[in-house]
Structure formats: structure tokens, C-alpha cells
């Protein structure tokens, strides 16, 4: 063991000093420029997120929240979504449209999408970008021997790119798939990214095993196609990144980028303030340092707040036999006595100062069948009588120190692990004298944050923990798929680490990713979260406040969609005088 270590629409926040940009286009050449109206100011943009990230390729599995910033810089997609959540033409000229000879469906449900290259694209390193890399990387993401490393969507409903001429690559699909026309436009490991042919290809021919998977490409020698090129990797200090003049739609205005890891959100926050970091994202600082930023920086006009509930933090309960020490926890009535023991109330109001609201789902309070989905689950409010019914019923008596204790004697004294520093250490707390109060004898572990890059300890915590999912519906499924459980086999890649699996839940997830009509996906997303909270796969606590801080000298950040990046726009991000 480790050493002790409002309705929603109204936390859509702007607590700002001075306005956000326009909206712009991705690309970094949108129309809401104003080059002429001034010099550009040539100064390298500092950029603090709170870990060191793993894996610059988008479909890796592994490292998502903690590298979205760095992999944004270094990559670009068919598509991307907008702050409004809208699909834009990123590497291709225009999007396919259904029912057009660029989206071909077929009466057996087979589908032809095709997608229209912009000219003259090339890799990081000047080689050219060709249809060739498409088919490479299908052929990567699909493999028996590699494909566990990767996201499956969408891949996993496709045939082999098609080059129907040099810029014109045709996807046979060989089912529905409802955002053929955004492939790439969350910016999360649902991407159809191309891979460097001339880099990895003579190694994954070779030897797929530990030499491809450990091929420097992957971090420190990454060569992407996005607005940054990655220039210097100082382990454990920095990533420096400079402008890419062939970044599709255009040169990044900010000239070079320097990224830098700052675990503990109060040293981020004092970095602010010196003016040595001028953003902060990726969890770099939380919502208590973003609220003594907007009254540092309210008198001054010193810079902007955006806050914002794109995430929604919930506990997880460790199903893998492998890792669970505490075996009535796979008894769903203990499961739901721990729900109905957790105070969600006195949560929020310690680590947002009240500022959040409770969530009984994981899915986002603006998806238009929210009200819908909330009556059709089960829930689980704060009641301690009901949990005492509850393990009573799974044969728990409280012994004479208030504290339950099974038929045989055994206690119940699960481990609760977080990782240390600000705001996970302080749920915790808060979390396991709930729990006590209650007679559940939970044992608290604070691992150093350190570890917290370490996908084999996250995957192995031997009882409960609280992890953390953004908003976008493919993004909470990660949390739930049972081929997202992290495995030796697939190198600990995956973020269902509380290891749930459900056929019924996989079942609907592939009639959501097959089914063309709107309103049946809906229907099966709730559908899916019926499952997952009538068996307690997860405990859903509260609407995490993200904060993402920036000067008043930088311009272009902005809130945004659940299924957008953060940084969708950070070509357009410019310093003003």
C-alpha cells in the first residue's frame, strides 16, 4: 500500500474580466482575423496542464485526460467540432452529406463515405500526407496484435480506405455509422487519424510486439499533421512545440508553444500570476484557483476564467477478480448501500463551495433526452436507513463499534484510494467520513499524484476510487465498455478501470453506433444508463467545475460543447497588444 497520500445551462460560466475572441475558424486563417490591424506579437505562448502527458497519437488509449492539450497541438482529423459542438472540415475540403454520391447508403446497411483530401498536405518532417498513411493506419488499428492499443470507433465498422484517386479516399463501412461525416471531431480517441507510413511501417511489418509499441513515434519522436510540431520533449520538464506552416487551413498564429506540467493547482495558480504560465488547462487548476483568479485578476483586467461543467465525477468499484480484495462489493445491494451513503450535498459544497450540482447519471445535463434519461433510471439519494436496510439484506450487522461486519465475522473495510493534491484528496475525506458515519469501516489510501501516470496502478486499486469522465456520450461509454477494461494483454490501455462489463450495456452501445435516426440513439443511451445504474457499475457523484485561465494578453479560448477539445481552436489563439 502506498503511502497515505442552476439548471446546468447556468454552470456554462463565463467569469471573466474581459471578453473571449470570436469564434474562428480551426485552421488558424478564419475570417475573424484582424492581421492588418496590427504587428503580430512575436512571444512563445506557455501552456501549464497538471501531468506530464502519454502518447501524442490520438487513438491511443492510454493518457487521454492528461494529454488532450498536447495531442490537439500535434494533431489534426478529417473533422472537428466547434465550440457549439458542430462538425468543421478540417483535413478535407467539405464534409460528406447522407443521400449524396459523397455518402452512399446501401439497403443492407452498408455504406460508402467519401472524403475529399485538401491539397498539398504533407507530415511534420515534410513528407507528404497521402491516402497511403489512411490505409496504414487502418491496417495498424485493426490488427489482431495491435488493435487493443487503440480506440475501436470507427475502424472497427470499417473496410480499407479506398484511394479513389490521389486526394479522394472512399470508406467502405460495413455498417451504419452516424457521424461519418465528423470522424475526428471530439478530438478523442474515436479519431480516424492517418499514421506516418514512412516511420512505422517497416517496424510493424517486423515485429508488431514491444519494438513497435515502444517505437519513440509514439512520445518523444511523435511527426503529426496538426497546427504544432513538437520540437523538444524534456522528460519530467517540458514539450516545446513551433508553428506548422502546413497545418490544413492554415499557419497557428502564436508562433511556438511551450508546454509544461505543473502538478499541484497552487503552484499553477501562483505561476499565473508572475505571468510565467499564461494558460492553464488539462486540470492544471481547479475551481478554487480559478476563484481567487477572478478576484486577483477582477481589479486589473489581469486575464479570463472559464468555467464550466464539462465533466462529471463519479466512484468506481473494482470488479476485476484479479484486483478486488473486498469480495461483497460485487453484491449489487452493498453496491447500492455505499450510493445511498455517499452525501453528494456536503460533497459539492467542500470541494466547489456549492457551486456544483449533484448527478445521478454520467451523461451531460444539455443533451436535449436528459429529463428523459432521469426518469427512466434508478437513484440513489443520500439515506442512511436505506443503506443499513440494504446491507442487512446482504447479511452485514453492525458489530459493537458501529461498524458492519458480516455473517462470518469478516469487517467491511474496503480501500478508498485517490491520488494526492487538491481537489481528489479532499473529496476523499469528505467521501470516507460519509461512509463511516454509515459503518462502513473504509480504509483511506492517498497515493502520491506522481502515480497517477501509471496506467497499470490506476487499473489495480483494490476496492473504490473516483475517477473522472468528460461529457461527450462516446467519451463516458470509455468508462463502461468492457473492451476498454485495461488488461495486461492490452498493456493496461483502456479507461473502464473499475473493470464493470455488461453484454446488455455493449449491445445498445453498438444500436447507438449503428443507428442512423437520432431520436433511437437517444433512446438507446438511456437505455444503456438503465443498465449501468440498476446494477451500480459506477456511483455518479457531482458536475465537476473545470477551469481553464488565461491572461489578458492572450485571446482566443473559449467554453465550449461537451463533445468539443478545450483548445479546438487554438490556431486562432492570438496575443493582443
Known amino acids: 500500500m502506498y503511502a497515505s497520500r442552476l439548471s446546468i445551462c447556468s454552470l456554462i460560466l463565463l467569469l471573466a474580466a474581459c471578453a473571449p475572441s470570436p469564434t474562428a475558424t480551426p485552421g488558424g486563417s478564419g475570417n475573424n482575423r484582424s492581421d492588418s490591424a496590427a504587428p503580430a506579437i512575436n512571444r512563445t505562448l506557455v501552456m501549464a496542464v497538471k501531468l506530464e502527458p502519454v502518447g501524442m497519437a490520438t487513438k491511443l488509449l492510454v493518457g487521454q485526460n492528461n494529454t488532450r492539450s498536447a495531442r490537439r497541438l500535434g494533431n489534426a482529423s478529417l473533422a472537428i467540432n466547434d465550440d457549439k459542438g458542430q462538425p468543421r472540415p478540417y483535413q478535407v475540403e467539405k464534409l460528406p452529406e447522407i443521400n449524396t454520391d459523397s455518402w452512399k447508403i446501401f439497403p443492407d446497411g452498408r455504406m460508402e463515405v467519401t472524403y475529399l483530401l485538401r491539397p498539398g ?36 465498422l470499417m473496410d480499407e480506405p479506398v484511394a479513389v484517386d490521389e486526394r479522394t479516399m472512399m470508406i467502405p463501412y460495413k455498417a451504419l455509422y452516424p457521424d461519418a461525416h465528423s470522424v475526428g471531431g471530439t478530438g478523442a480517441n474515436d479519431d480516424f487519424s492517418p499514421l506516418p507510413r514512412h516511420i512505422l511501417e517497416q517496424q510493424f511489418l517486423t515485429d508488431k510486439g514491444d519494438p513497435f509499441v515502444n517505437h519513440p513515434y509514439w512520445n518523444q519522436a511523435f511527426v503529426g499533421t496538426g497546427p504544432y510540431r513538437l520540437e523538444r520533449w524534456d522528460p519530467g520538464t517540458l514539450m516545446q512545440f513551433k508553428a506548422f506552416d502546413g497545418n490544413p487551413g492554415g499557419k497557428a498564429r502564436i508562433d511556438s508553444v511551450v508546454l509544461r506540467w505543473i502538478e499541484d493547482p497552487n503552484t499553477a495558480l501562483a505561476n499565473l500570476l508572475s505571468g510565467e504560465v499564461q494558460v492553464a488547462v488539462n486540470d492544471a487548476i481547479r475551481f478554487q484557483q480559478g476563484s481567487i483568479l477572478k478576484q486577483q485578476w477582477g481589479a486589473t483586467n489581469g486575464g479570463s476564467v472559464l468555467i464550466s461543467a464539462r465533466e462529471s465525477r463519479f466512484v468506481q468499484i473494482q470488479f476485476s477478480p484479479q484486483f478486488n480484495q473486498t469480495k461483497s462489493l460485487l453484491d449489487v445491494r452493498v453496491r447500492r448501500a455505499l450510493a445511498n451513503s455517499l452525501d453528494k450535498n456536503a460533497i459539492i459544497e467542500g470541494v466547489l463551495n456549492g457551486e456544483g450540482t449533484v448527478a445521478d447519471t454520467l451523461m451531460s445535463p444539455q443533451m436535449p433526452y436528459y429529463q428523459k434519461l432521469l426518469d427512466g433510471i434508478p437513484k440513489y439519494p443520500y439515506d442512511v436507513a436505506r443503506a443499513e436496510q440494504l446491507m442487512g439484506e446482504a447479511g452485514f450487522t453492525k458489530g459493537p463499534q458501529g461498524m458492519y461486519v458480516g455473517a462470518s465475522g469478516e469487517k467491511f473495510d474496503p480501500e478508498f484510494r485517490a491520488f494526492g493534491g487538491g481537489q481528489e484528496e479532499t473529496e476523499l475525506a469528505i467521501m470516507v467520513d460519509n461512509l463511516r458515519r454509515a459503518g462502513m469501516d473504509v480504509v483511506s489510501n492517498v497515493v502520491p499524484a506522481v502515480y497517477s501516470r501509471d496506467v497499470q496502478i490506476r487499473a489495480s486499486f483494490p476496492g473504490l476510487t473516483a475517477n473522472v469522465t468528460q461529457l461527450s456520450e462516446r467519451t463516458v461509454f470509455t468508462k463502461l465498455e468492457s473492451y476498454n477494461i485495461p488488461l495486461e494483454s492490452n498493456r493496461w490501455a483502456g479507461f473502464n478501470r473499475g473493470a464493470w462489463a455488461n453484454a446488455e450495456f455493449d449491445r445498445l452501445e453498438m444500436v447507438f453506433n449503428t443507428t442512423l435516426d437520432r431520436a433511437a440513439r437517444d433512446d438507446a443511451v438511456i437505455a444503456m444508463m438503465k443498465v449501468v445504474h440498476d446494477d451500480v457499475g459506477v456511483i455518479p457523484l457531482y458536475y465537476n467545475l473545470d477551469s481553464v485561465a488565461h491572461v489578458a494578453a492572450l485571446q482566443g479560448p473559449t467554453t465550449a460543447a461537451p463533445d468539443t477539445a478545450r483548445d479546438w481552436n487554438v490556431p486562432d489563439w492570438h496575443w493582443v497588444q
Open 121 to 156: 498536405m504533407t507530415w511534420h518532417d515534410g513528407t507528404p500526407l497521402s491516402i497511403a498513411d489512411f490505409q496504414f493506419a487502418w491496417r495498424v488499428y485493426t490488427d489482431p496484435e495491435t488493435k487493443l492499443l487503440f480506440g475501436p470507433t470507427p475502424q472497427d
